[in-house]
C-alpha cells in the first residue's frame, strides 16, 4: 500500500511542478477573483489525484488539465452561489487587480471578453499555444479556434483603440 501512495504522491508532485501556474492563470483568468481560482485550482488536482487516467503524452496530460481547469471554472460560475455573489454584470467588467502586472490595459481588456474568446486568447498568447493545441485540448476543430482568436483580437483592438495611437 505504501509504495502506491508514494508514487501517487510522486505523481501529483510532478502534474503540480508542470502544470500549477496554468491551471491557476487559467482559472484566475476564466473567474477573475484569486480566491475562486484557487478553489478551482485546489479541485483540478483533487480530481487529478482521484483519476486513474493513463496519459498518453504530456501533450494529452496539458489538454486534460486545461478541459478540467475550464469546466470546474463553468461548474462554479453556474452555481447558484457564484451568480447570487457576483451578479453577470458586476462579474462581466471587473478586472483582475495585480500590483505587479505590467500590461493591465491588456489585461483588463481580455477580461472584458465572452468566457469563450478569453480562453483562446489566453492560451495562446499567455500559454504559447499553437491554434491546434488548443483545438486539441479544448475539443474543437482547430477553424473554430481561429476563429475564435480573429473575433477576440477584433474586440480587443475596439477596446484598446482609444488607448492607443497606431499611426
Not at 478540467?68 to 455573489?85: D, E, M
Not at 486568447?121 to 500559454?127: D, G, N, R
Request: proline letters at 2%; one cysteine or more; hydrophobic letters at 40%.
Amino acid at each position: 500500500m505504501k509504495n502506491k501512495a508514494l508514487c501517487t504522491n510522486s505523481k501529483i508532485e510532478q502534474a503540480m511542478e508542470a502544470y500549477s501556474d496554468m491551471v491557476f492563470r487559467l482559472a484566475l483568468a476564466q473567474l477573475k477573483h484569486r480566491a475562486n481560482a484557487e478553489d478551482v485550482f485546489q479541485e483540478v488536482f483533487f480530481r487529478f489525484a482521484k483519476a486513474d487516467t493513463v496519459f498518453e503524452s504530456e501533450e494529452h496530460q496539458k489538454a486534460w488539465f486545461i478541459r478540467v481547469t475550464l469546466n470546474c471554472c463553468r461548474k462554479l460560475q453556474s452555481s447558484a452561489w457564484f451568480r447570487h455573489i457576483y451578479p453577470e454584470d458586476e462579474n462581466a467588467a471587473e478586472p483582475i487587480a495585480t500590483q505587479e502586472d505590467e500590461h493591465s490595459e491588456v489585461r483588463e481588456a481580455v477580461q472584458g471578453l465572452p468566457a469563450k474568446y478569453r480562453s483562446v486568447i489566453h492560451l495562446f498568447y499567455f500559454e504559447d499555444m499553437s491554434a491546434a493545441q488548443i483545438a486539441t485540448s479544448l475539443g474543437l476543430k482547430e477553424s473554430t479556434i481561429t476563429s475564435q482568436l480573429c473575433r477576440a483580437r477584433k474586440l480587443l483592438q475596439e477596446k484598446l483603440k482609444g488607448d492607443y495611437d497606431y499611426d
